[in-house]
């Protein structure tokens, strides 16, 4: 029987976060001594949209129309396993992937708590700016920003005992994505002032963070953290003891990191520096495949590579589409000792109500940054600037100029897969109450 494939996505948990020496996280710890950790694992955006636009598509964002709206033709991660006999469900509370936008298709089970109310019924009808204010009061009468961890695994643990095999199973957590609670201290005080510190340092005026709020943004940042590899190892935990984890593929993956004023910004709005872009990937795959693990793999590797790589382990047949669109590669040869066919890695982002686009392009040595609001290039080298702090474009204008070639090249590529392709503006699908949640995470 084909495995069963777990697909948890974590909302902007850092590399660090789970591999460094700050934070406690004996489950995700657990978790990498069983499978496979890809120590060098790179985003494909460093906001969720591009990000999981990328993961669930198996393609870069900015190409067949870009990552705020999927196209009417394009090929889904769901689409792909439904067609191969799995049951697929989807369980989560992000409004960056909504069935507004296209992402429910090929799910058999799609549920979404990205609003607070969500009316049906009599109510369906009631004029919008009513269901704003519904919305906006009963946000306020939540004691979390979104859905937390255990909710939605009580949820995941549900669908998996009612499903039939094989399955496929994807969420996106929310606790970790700002506003930063203290772990699981739910309480409306806690909340209140999160949602306040947040704004203040991610949206309005993080040069007036003070060392006190950075520090409690950072713990809180911890806490959730460690809530969060908690209510994971329930979860697995639960799994196990009803036999559905032993034939099952666990991934688990940072859509993006977040920012600590690092390069003068809090959150996930900056240029693609590598806490945005490095993200922790640990993949234990079932006994019975034919994978050597525990292991760390060191090679630089994408979160487009995810698809493909499930895909494999499934031998799934893919959809013509499919194959004509998908950019990224399996993990499973180099897991055997192979090596990536790519030699840069890729992190792209269309800023939300611009044109302008931004750029990261990575390898072992480079990190080649551009900024289309400004057209604004920066190069570090990485072997000997690890923090990306000093700009050495002056210095190296060869390498500059090659950066430049392969920017000019997938400028080209997105205007050439995206040619004629017709995607709506989200404004026309999402209503005033959707757009307010979206701004309280921080996304104006």
Not at 394 to 407: G, H, M
Not at 410 to 425: C, L, N, Q
């Amino acid at each position: 029987m084909s495995a069963n494939v777990l697909f948890l996505v974590v909302d902007s948990l850092r590399y660090d976060a789970v591999f460094g020496d700050e934070f406690d996280t004996p489950n995700l710890d657990a978790l990498a001594s069983e499978g496979v950790t890809f120590k060098r694992c790179f985003a494909q955006g460093i906001s969720t949209a591009p990000s999981m636009t990328s993961m669930l598509t198996g393609r870069y964002p900015l190409d067949y129309g870009g990552h705020w709206y999927l196209e009417e033709n394009q090929p889904t991660m769901a689409e792909q396993f439904q067609r191969n006999g799995y049951e697929t469900g989807a369980i989560h509370s992000n409004p960056n992937v909504s069935r507004l936008r296209n992402f429910h298709r090929g799910f058999d089970t799609f549920e979404e708590n990205i609003l607070p109310y969500d009316p049906d019924g009599l109510v369906e009808n009631a004029p919008d700016e009513l269901l704003l204010y519904a919305n906006k009061f009963a946000r306020i009468l939540r004691r979390t920003p979104y859905r937390p961890a255990g909710r939605v695994n009580a949820d995941l643990a549900s669908w998996v005992r009612a499903a039939g095999e094989p399955w496929f199973l994807w969420t996106q957590y929310m606790d970790v994505h700002g506003p930063y609670l203290p772990g699981d201290d739910f309480t409306y005080r806690n909340k209140f002032r999160a949602e306040r510190l947040w704004r203040k340092a991610a949206v309005n005026s993080p040069e007036a963070i003070t060392e006190a709020e950075h520090a409690e943004l950072w713990t809180n940042y911890r806490k959730e953290v460690e809530y969060l590899d908690h209510e994971i190892g329930r979860l697995l935990d639960d799994l196990e003891a009803s036999g559905d984890l032993a034939n099952t593929a666990v991934i688990i993956v940072g859509d993006h990191g977040d920012e600590f004023m690092e390069h003068g910004r809090y959150g996930h709005g900056n240029l693609p520096y590598d806490e945005l872009t490095r993200v922790p990937c640990i993949v234990r795959f079932p006994d019975d495949t034919d994978v050597t693990q525990p292991s760390d793999v060191d090679a630089l590797v994408r979160t487009v590579d995810l698809l493909p790589t499930m895909l494999d382990l499934a031998n799934a047949d893919l959809s013509a589409e499919m194959e004509t669109r998908m950019e990224g590669e399996s993990l499973i040869p180099i897991l055997e000792g192979a090596e990536p066919s790519y030699d840069v890695v890729v992190t792209e982002k269309e800023m939300r109500g611009d044109d302008a686009l931004r750029f990261g392009f990575r390898t072992d040595k480079w990190k080649f940054l551009y900024d289309g609001q400004v057209d604004e290039q920066l190069l570090y080298n990485i072997e000997a600037d690890p923090e990306e702090e000093t700009d050495v474009s002056a210095d190296f204008p060869d390498v500059l100029d090659r950066f430049c070639e392969r920017l000019d090249a997938r400028i080209d590529s997105i205007e050439a897969t995206s040619e004629g392709v017709d995607v709506p503006d989200i404004e026309e699908h999402e209503d005033d109450a959707v757009s307010e949640r979206l701004e309280a995470l921080g996304y104006k």
